[in-house]
């Protein structure tokens, strides 16, 4: 116990900042311990969360990619005028993954090839992607879906466990693949030296490639998950999405400069931040307080990453 | 093992190398020797696949013709390349950085860590194999690169300086590392700047000179002086030229100065114009310290500095400009040159207020910087090249340039020959000598006593931030230093 976390002290400041979180609502206040509101908490980060395993991915591959909130929208978009032409459902669902790995290894290109500063290139795609979208729709929702599109045609009751589970099985795929595949360390490596891996025989420029392609796929699973629990699409969702799924990554643990991180810090980070609002929603908290302090963490966590970083390195005074 | 044969590299604007050969035996140490410049990096990036030779090259690895030489093919064909600045995956823990890409599709840590063990243990080493290889000490990430290049069966190792940076215990161990896998009939390829060290384990020897092949001499036909002859392709006669300057009035004097933070205290000195002051003393010593008092980079907190006999304050580095001071600090890379930026613009970057108002007047930019360059013996092909793309020791010329060009009255040098090679420093030996015949007053901080006590008219100690003593040149010698700057009885 106390070697874990002596090894993993950001898991454990996180465990012990939700512990004191979720305890808060005890004293005293109705509703927040059912089944109906936890389950509500859960599926409102589930896109989030799916997006943000994409994105530990390419924060510890030493890129950036904040143009997720635009591909978000455009995943939902896809699926929704796909399912309203008559493609049956799993189709719909392959061909917004696979749009959203086109639009990821897009980027990556812009990165690899053109030699493009990662956040500048997904700075354009965001734009592009954003604009396109309200292009192709003249910015009206998508209505009139088939009714097999809500909950991919599941019962209203049980869809959201369906979700969750599943959303829950994937994450824990990729959790373990991240740390103990060959695949998913040479995103580590890559993240931490591009020449070293190199030189090691890795391909940084295809590692880099299929890192944004996951984001991509992990994203267009997000707004899958995300668009079809409502009857309508709205086209301008996903705004500051890609804000949110970065600091839960942060928070979580992934150095910004690549090389380090995990999708347990990740899952935490993401139950942090995602719970904040709720928790307060009870407490009866002005709800301004949520972004301050949601803030306030981000900083924290970024501090305490340069200065253990720093240590580490030996170059602290 | 292999074999390099009328390899030749041309960049833009330069020939880097030109029939140049290279065979290297099973079981074999080979030295390879070149003033910095001469062409040995070029080099040994096509021998590992980095670079692509010019067409005509013939490159054989274990009696195979390589034709797509790449990183990956000379890898897998049995060659490694340990770099002087090892290429670590410092984030990651050792056993990964040992068997990253080595295993199938799915990880076993129990595997990797004992195999990472085995490995280390190859080497004579044995540190914890969970730690981030970011911390640990140079001559561990050395050992640890060599260990990865054997744990991938390297039957071809390329030691690049490998003991540039390790204090001397350290260093000997490497070589007895190196003995080691000799015996084991690994092909060794070492390149060093530090003679004695290829002298005591070399069997062969190439040298390189101007990106050209000189020649390669087995061991017994070979000295030091031959080698540095060869290197240099020029008599070395005297590699510290006295000075031999009028001394002037004093230029610059301290008081009991003294920096409470960094411990150094009680400094009272002069320097002449025309006169070169050593300073000496141990790491730690205190000799940086008093060069960023009086450089305004640590202000002093106590004493007084007199420039040109009149009190001064100096609390920035703005202070230190205005009154005539210069410091060309230790570290090239961090602090000296800035690699991204071309010659022209490293050179004026000190002057840069003095070169026209509001607008820069390019012009006399590069007037400026075309002299100086000249004047120091820059060897570039433009003054437009970054200056990251030149070789040490034109670095150091580059760093030197820009601060003469604040035409200054004192020149403070902090180690100007560390790491460069015997022809860019005996240049810069020329360029010292020349400068306090002009009327400069220089302090020379170095840590090779032999430069100290050739150059230096008087050598002051320190030892633990104070002034142990000040030897006139007459009286310096190698002795007489070391126990000034060791003796620890009396402070």
């Keep these: 116990m106390k070697d874990w976390v002596k090894k993993h002290p950001r898991e454990a400041a996180l465990l ?86 086109l639009f990821g290894a897009a980027n990556g290109l812009l990165v690899t090839v053109a030699r493009i500063p990662a956040i500048i290139a997904t700075l354009a795609t965001m734009v592009l992607l954003r604009n396109g979208v309200l292009r192709a729709t003249g910015g009206d929702w998508i209505q009139g879906l088939p009714s097999g599109f809500q909950w991919f045609g599941l019962a209203p009751a049980s869809a959201p466990l369906v979700y969750l589970a599943g959303a829950g099985l994937v994450f824990a795929a990729a959790a373990w693949a991240l740390r103990h595949t060959t695949a998913g360390r040479a995103f580590y490596a890559v993240g931490c030296d591009h020449e070293a891996s190199r030189r090691v025989g890795l391909n940084p420029e295809r590692r880099v490639v299929a890192a ?23 086209t301008n969702g996903g705004l500051g999405f ?76 | 093992m292999l074999s390099l044969r009328h390899i030749a590299k041309t960049y833009p604007g330069a020939r880097a190398l030109r029939g140049v050969e290279l065979e290297l035996r099973a079981g074999e140490v080979h030295a390879l020797l070149g003033e910095n410049g001469a062409g040995k990096s070029t080099l040994i990036k096509i021998a590992s696949g980095v670079v692509a030779p010019d067409p005509g090259a013939e490159i054989r690895l274990g009696g195979e013709q390589v034709t797509d030489a790449t990183p990956r093919r000379m890898q897998e064909l049995g060659l490694a390349v340990v770099y002087q600045n090892p290429t670590l995956f410092s984030e990651l823990s050792v056993a990964e ?101 290829v002298l005591r384990i070399a069997d062969r020897f190439t040298v390189l000179r101007d990106g050209a092949w000189i020649g390669v001499y087995p061991r017994a036909e070979v000295d030091r002086a031959r080698l540095i002859r060869l290197m240099a392709g020029r008599e070395l006669a005297e590699l510290f030229p006295k000075a031999g300057a009028e001394l002037g009035e004093v230029a610059l004097e301290t008081r009991g100065l003294g920096h409470g933070p960094s411990g150094l205290r009680d400094i009272s000195l002069t320097v002449r114009r025309g006169e070169i002051l050593g300073l000496a003393g141990l790491v730690g010593a205190g000799r940086t310290e008093l060069a960023r008092v009086l450089f305004g980079l640590a202000p002093a907190t106590e004493g007084e500095i007199l420039v040109g006999g009149r009190p001064a304050r100096i609390r920035e580095v703005g202070d230190a400009l205005a009154l005539g001071l210069a410091y060309v600090p230790e570290d090239r890379k961090e602090h000296g040159v800035v690699e991204a930026l071309p010659l022209v613009e490293n050179i004026s970057l000190a002057v840069l207020r003095r070169l ?32 990251g793309t030149l070789s040490g020791g034109n670095q150091q010329k580059v760093a030197l340039a820009r601060w003469l060009a604040t035409e200054p009255r004192v020149l403070i040098l902090d180690e100007p020959t560390q790491g460069i090679d015997v022809g860019a420093k005996a240049e810069i030996h020329r360029l010292m000598g020349q400068l306090v015949r002009e009327g400069l007053a220089i302090i020379l901080i170095s840590s090779e006593l032999p430069e100290l006590l050739g150059l230096a008219d008087r050598i002051a100690v320190l030892r633990g931030g104070r002034l142990a003593g000040v030897l006139p040149a007459g009286e310096a010698t190698r002795e007489a230093v070391l126990h000034l700057a060791m003796e620890g009885a009396e402070t």
């Design chain 2, 97 to 197: 950085n040992l068997c990253l890409g080595e295993d199938g599709p799915v990880i076993s840590w129990r595997a990797r860590a004992e195999r990472a063990r085995a490995s280390l243990a190859r080497v004579g080493a044995d540190f914890d194999v969970e730690r981030p290889a970011g911390g640990l000490r140079m001559a561990e990430k050395q050992l640890l690169e060599i260990a990865r290049a054997l744990s991938r069966r390297a039957r071809v190792l390329i030691l690049d300086e490998p003991t540039a940076s390790l204090a001397q215990g350290d260093a000997d161990r490497l070589l007895d590392l190196v003995e080691k896998l000799r015996a084991e009939g690994v092909a060794i390829l070492y390149i060093t700047h530090r003679l004695e060290e």
């Design chain 1, 212 to 234: 944004f392609a996951v984001l991509g796929v992990a994203t267009a699973a997000a707004a899958l998950l995300n668009y079809t629990r409502y009857p309508t699409i709205e």
């Design chain 2, 356 to 387: 026209g108002g509001v607008w820069l007047d390019e012009t006399a930019e590069e007037k400026l910087a075309t002299g100086l360059a000249a004047r120091l013996g820059v060897k570039a092909a433009s003054i437009h090249v970054a200056a």
């Design chain 1, 242 to 317: 890609e804000l949110k799924v970065i600091a839960a990554v942060v928070v979580g643990g992934t150095a910004i400069t690549g090389g380090r991180g995990s999708l347990i810090g990740t899952f935490l980070g993401v139950i942090l931040l995602g719970s904040i609002g709720t928790v307060f929603t009870f407490l009866h908290v002005n709800p301004a307080w949520e972004k301050a302090i949601q803030g306030a963490i981000l900083l924290v966590a970024v501090v305490a990453d340069t200065a253990f970083g720093r240590r580490r390195e030996g170059t602290s005074p």
């Design chain 1, 16 to 101: 012990g900042a939700i512990a004191v979180l979720f305890l808060l609502p005890l004293g005293g206040v109705d509703g927040f311990y059912t089944a109906g509101n936890l389950r509500n908490l859960a599926i409102d980060n589930l896109p989030v969360l799916l997006a943000a395993a994409g994105m530990t991915v390419v924060i510890v591959a030493g890129q950036i990619d904040i143009s997720i909130g635009s591909q978000f929208v455009a995943g939902g978009i896809a699926a929704g005028l796909l399912a309203r032409s008559g493609l049956p459902m799993p189709a719909v669902a392959l061909a917004t993954l696979g749009l959203g790995a």
